[in-house]
C-alpha cells in the first residue's frame, strides 16, 4: 500500500550506532530534513488529521516536545516507532534507548489528542506492553527464573500514573511462590482465601486471573483480557512533506497526494504499493485553486491541474440542506462539517463536461487543506 507500512516493536539499534557521526534516515517513512539535513521527519494521516513528527539524534534522555501546531519533536537515540499502544485510535510514540553499561528500556509515550501530549511510560527492553480489557496499560516484566511482575497503569490527561502491580515472589519466606498485590506501600499475599474486597481495581476477576498466569506464563490463560502490542494496528499512511491533499481511494488499489513546496505543486497518482503512474510539477500560478465557493446550498474547494487536455481536480464538497431545505446538523463528535462530507478525484476531458474518472476518497484515510490555501 502506499507507505502503508508495518513497524516492528523493539527498533533496529544497529541502523543507528552510538559512534555515527551522521543522521540515517532510513526509517521505513523517514525522510531528511533541515539545511542541513540534521532531522528526520514523517508526516502521517489518522483521524482527518495530519501528524508530523520531527526526529534528531541525540543521547540519554529520550525527550519530547510538541509546538501550537501539533508538530512533534522527538529526539532521541534511534527514530521512533508508531503504535496504538492503548488501542484508542491515535498512534503513540516507542523507541529503545541502549545505556553506555549495554542495558536497554524501551520509552513509550502515550498520545493524548484531548490535551494535545505525550505522556511517557518506561520499561525495560523486554517487557511487554499489553491494554487490559478494564482500560489499563499491562507492562510484564520478562519471566525469569527468579520472579515476574506486572505493574498496572491508567493514561491521565498530564501524566502516565502507576495504579498497582502483581508479582511472583519465590523468596517469600512466609509464603514461597506466591503472588503479591502492591500499592504505594501496602502490600497483600494473595491466596486462594484472601478477601479482596476493597483492592484495587473494582474488577475482583483481575487479581486472581493474573496471579493464576504466574503459575502458567501462557499467554492463553489472559487473551479474554489482553490486546498485546504485537496484535494491535500499527499500519498508517504516511505522506510527503507539504501534504494540502491526501486521498485513498475507493477502489482502495490507489491513491492522490498534492503537496506544495516552495511555491511549487506536486500532483502525485499511483497504486498503494508502488511508484506513481502520474506525476506533475507546476509552478503556482499555474494551478487553478478554489479554497470555498463561499456561497449556495453546497460548499467546495478543488486543486485543479492541467496535462494533456485532461483536468485533474482533487477537491472536497458538502451539502448544508435536506431536501426540505432544513439545516443539516453537524456531528459534534466528527471531525467533517457534516454527514454529506466527501473528497474525491475527478478527471475531465478539457473543460467540459466529459467526466472521464469519478472516484471518492476513503475518509478515515484521506485528508485536506484547500480551506486555507491561497486562491489562484
Given at each position: 500500500?502506499?507507505?502503508?507500512?508495518?513497524?516492528?516493536?523493539?527498533?533496529?539499534?544497529?541502523?543507528?550506532?552510538?559512534?555515527?557521526?551522521?543522521?540515517?534516515?532510513?526509517?521505513?517513512?523517514?525522510?531528511?530534513?533541515?539545511?542541513?539535513?540534521?532531522?528526520?521527519?514523517?508526516?502521517?494521516?489518522?483521524?482527518?488529521?495530519?501528524?508530523?513528527?520531527?526526529?534528531?539524534?541525540?543521547?540519554?534522555?529520550?525527550?519530547?516536545?510538541?509546538?501550537?501546531?501539533?508538530?512533534?519533536?522527538?529526539?532521541?537515540?534511534?527514530?521512533?516507532?508508531?503504535?496504538?499502544?492503548?488501542?484508542?485510535?491515535?498512534?503513540?510514540?516507542?523507541?529503545?534507548?541502549?545505556?553506555?553499561?549495554?542495558?536497554?528500556?524501551?520509552?513509550?509515550?502515550?498520545?493524548?489528542?484531548?490535551?494535545?501530549?505525550?505522556?511517557?511510560?518506561?520499561?525495560?527492553?523486554?517487557?511487554?506492553?499489553?491494554?487490559?480489557?478494564?482500560?489499563?496499560?499491562?507492562?510484564?516484566?520478562?519471566?525469569?527464573?527468579?520472579?515476574?511482575?506486572?505493574?498496572?497503569?491508567?493514561?491521565?490527561?498530564?501524566?502516565?500514573?502507576?495504579?498497582?502491580?502483581?508479582?511472583?515472589?519465590?523468596?517469600?519466606?512466609?509464603?514461597?511462590?506466591?503472588?503479591?498485590?502492591?500499592?504505594?506501600?501496602?502490600?497483600?499475599?494473595?491466596?486462594?482465601?484472601?478477601?479482596?474486597?476493597?483492592?484495587?481495581?473494582?474488577?475482583?476477576?483481575?487479581?486472581?486471573?493474573?496471579?493464576?498466569?504466574?503459575?502458567?506464563?501462557?499467554?492463553?490463560?489472559?487473551?479474554?483480557?489482553?490486546?498485546?502490542?504485537?496484535?494491535?494496528?500499527?499500519?498508517?499512511?504516511?505522506?510527503?512533506?507539504?501534504?494540502?491533499?491526501?486521498?485513498?481511494?475507493?477502489?482502495?488499489?490507489?491513491?492522490?497526494?498534492?503537496?506544495?513546496?516552495?511555491?511549487?505543486?506536486?500532483?502525485?497518482?499511483?497504486?498503494?504499493?508502488?511508484?506513481?503512474?502520474?506525476?506533475?510539477r507546476r509552478n503556482k500560478d499555474q494551478v487553478k485553486v478554489l479554497p470555498d465557493n463561499g456561497a449556495g446550498p453546497s460548499r467546495f474547494g478543488y486543486i485543479e491541474f492541467e496535462n494533456d487536455g485532461f483536468v485533474y481536480a482533487t477537491h472536497y464538497s458538502y451539502e448544508l440542506f435536506e431536501l426540505d431545505d432544513r439545516l443539516i446538523p453537524s456531528d459534534?463528535?466528527?471531525?467533517?462539517?457534516?454527514?454529506?462530507?466527501?473528497?474525491?478525484?475527478?478527471?475531465?476531458?478539457?473543460?467540459?463536461?466529459?467526466?472521464?474518472?469519478?472516484?471518492?476518497?476513503?475518509?478515515?484515510?484521506?485528508?485536506?487543506?484547500?480551506?486555507?490555501?491561497?486562491?489562484?
Open positions: 500500500m502506499m507507505t502503508r507500512i508495518l513497524f516492528a516493536i523493539v527498533l533496529m539499534l544497529v541502523s543507528s550506532p552510538l559512534w555515527a557521526d551522521t543522521l540515517a534516515c532510513d526509517a521505513p517513512g523517514f525522510s531528511e530534513a533541515g539545511e542541513d539535513q540534521t532531522a528526520c521527519v514523517l508526516n502521517w494521516i489518522v483521524n482527518n488529521e495530519k501528524k508530523r513528527v520531527e526526529w534528531s539524534k541525540g543521547e540519554l534522555p529520550t525527550s519530547v516536545a510538541i509546538s501550537p501546531d501539533g508538530s512533534v519533536s522527538f529526539t532521541s537515540q534511534n527514530p521512533p516507532s508508531l503504535i496504538d499502544v492503548n488501542n484508542d485510535g491515535w498512534f503513540d510514540l516507542t523507541t529503545v534507548t541502549k545505556t553506555k553499561t549495554g542495558s536497554s528500556t524501551r520509552d513509550v509515550y502515550l498520545q493524548n489528542p484531548d490535551q494535545n501530549v505525550f505522556l511517557r511510560i518506561d520499561a525495560a527492553e523486554q517487557s511487554t506492553f499489553a491494554f487490559d480489557k478494564i482500560g489499563l496499560v499491562a507492562v510484564f516484566a520478562n519471566p525469569c527464573c527468579e520472579a515476574s511482575s506486572v505493574g498496572f497503569f491508567h493514561m491521565g490527561t498530564t501524566s502516565v500514573d502507576a495504579q498497582f502491580a502483581l508479582t511472583l515472589d519465590i523468596q517469600d519466606a512466609d509464603a514461597p511462590g506466591s503472588c503479591v498485590w502492591t500499592k504505594d506501600e501496602t502490600r497483600v499475599v494473595v491466596t486462594d482465601q484472601t478477601d479482596l474486597t476493597g483492592l484495587y481495581p473494582d474488577d475482583l476477576t483481575l487479581i486472581p486471573e493474573y496471579c493464576d498466569y504466574f503459575g502458567k506464563f501462557d499467554d492463553d490463560a489472559l487473551s479474554h483480557r489482553l490486546t498485546y502490542f504485537q496484535d494491535m494496528p500499527n499500519d498508517y499512511i504516511s505522506v510527503p512533506d507539504g501534504t494540502v491533499f491526501h486521498c485513498t481511494l475507493d477502489n482502495r488499489t490507489h491513491a492522490v497526494t498534492v503537496t506544495l513546496v516552495d511555491d511549487i505543486y506536486t500532483y502525485s497518482y499511483g497504486p498503494l504499493d508502488g511508484p506513481p503512474e502520474l506525476e506533475m459534534p463528535g466528527s471531525p467533517f462539517p457534516n454527514r454529506t462530507f466527501s473528497r474525491a478525484l475527478v478527471v475531465s476531458e478539457g473543460r467540459a463536461s466529459n467526466i472521464v474518472f469519478d472516484r471518492e476518497c476513503l475518509l478515515d484515510t484521506s485528508y485536506d487543506e484547500i480551506g486555507f490555501l491561497d486562491r489562484s
